[in-house]
């Protein structure tokens, strides 16, 4: 559309390895985020090397569950283009283009940074598709894509969704999603007692008393969402999976709770509430790993809801939330935190600035 006024939405994701050879470089890659090991040069470099060594052939085997790699990918392009779609009524004379910017694997948040530029885009939002804020994650996609967007010399404007652990619409798509899985569970064992699961990527625990709001916000989004199911509180916990490495995680962790629900031969319903489309975490480990586990310890039912993907209302509030930055005149804010976060829908915190 010749002289469109030209919104770029640029989704932040972990990624993941395309491939078997990937595997290797794209742990070197998370495990040399400054964000990830807060230790200095040389010795994280050196660090990163050793872990993605050594964990490479235990990745290797879960990405060659999948096919070889990550589905990562694809299912982000999917949540990109119904996004392009939910954002098409902007008005004549604009134009929608979503663009995706992975930390660990292509496409990097360089080459999303590069493709944005050569786009043309007037106006830019930086949307994560991590519901819940983390230093981890959100903080490091933030501060990889300023340091590019300054090498580059992008100077549209730049807003940053910070985090939405609560967006009704993101809680209306949890809620229903979690609803299916429990009927199904209930229909599997009508006479047991049910066991709903809010599994959540883990932190090491030293991450999280630092002030990291990350699991605050995985709180906030759970208890938005019984709420709209109406849980009972004894029918329900929120739990961790994926820890790495030797240091102390926060808990509890979501394979101890599915063993002790299941060897007290409940149904159980497990829900991913940090991610929003499916990939190793939730096809290997909670499927097949934690299904494994469940059956064997005597569960009476064993449902994994699917993640939220492209469900209408998640697609919705992602483009409320889009919208919403359009429209801020918000001045730069230092980064998210637990308590300018506490109790809302989304965060206070969406940043404007080039
Ligand atoms: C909610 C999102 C995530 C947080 C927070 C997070 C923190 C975090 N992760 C690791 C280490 C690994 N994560 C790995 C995979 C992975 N992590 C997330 C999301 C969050 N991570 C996703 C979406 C994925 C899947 C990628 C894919 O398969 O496509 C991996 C690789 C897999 C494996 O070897 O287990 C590692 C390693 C740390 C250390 C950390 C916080 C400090
Ligand atoms: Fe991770
Ligand atoms: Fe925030």
Known sequence: ???????????????????????????FNLFNDPNIIALPNPFRYLLAK????????????????????SPILPNTEVQARALEAALGDLGPGTEVGCFIAMRYWHPFTEEAAKAVLQWGADE???????????????????RVWKAAARKLGLKAPQRLVCCYPAEP????????????????ARAEAPQARLRVIFSAHGLPKKIVDKGDPYVAQVEATVAATVTKLGLAADDW?????????????????????????????????????????????TLVELDIEYGELAHE??????????????????????????????????????????????????????????
């Open 237 to 281: 916990i929120i739990a961790y999976q994926s820890r790495v490495g030797p240091l102390e995680w926060v808990g509890p962790a979501t394979d101890v709770v599915i063993e002790e629900a299941a060897r007290a031969g409940q149904a159980i319903v497990v829900v991913p509430v940090a991610f929003v489309s499916e990939h190793s975490e």
């Open 124 to 142: 830019i939002v930086l949307l994560p598709l991590y519901p819940q804020f983390s230093t981890t994650t959100t903080a490091s996609s933030y």
């Open 169 to 184: 619409g993101f809680v209306a798509a949890l809620a229903d999603i979690t609803a299916g899985a429990i009927a199904k």
């Open 1 to 27: 559309m010749p002289g469109a006024r030209r919104i770029a939405i640029v989704l932040f994701n972990l990624g993941g390895p395309d491939r078997q050879e990937a595997v290797q470089p794209f742990l």
């Open 50 to 69: 050793l872990i993605a060594k050594r964990r490479a052939p235990v990745a290797r085997a879960v990405y060659q569950k999948m096919g070889g790699g």
């Open 297 to 354: 310890a005597g569960a009476a039912a064993y449902v994994r809801a699917p993640t939220v993907d492209a469900h209408e209302r998640f697609i919705a509030g992602l483009a409320g939330l889009a919208r919403d930055a359009l429209g801020t005149t918000a001045p730069i804010r230092p980064g998210c935190t637990r308590d300018a976060c506490k109790g809302r829908e989304q965060c206070a915190m969406t940043q404007a600035g080039a």
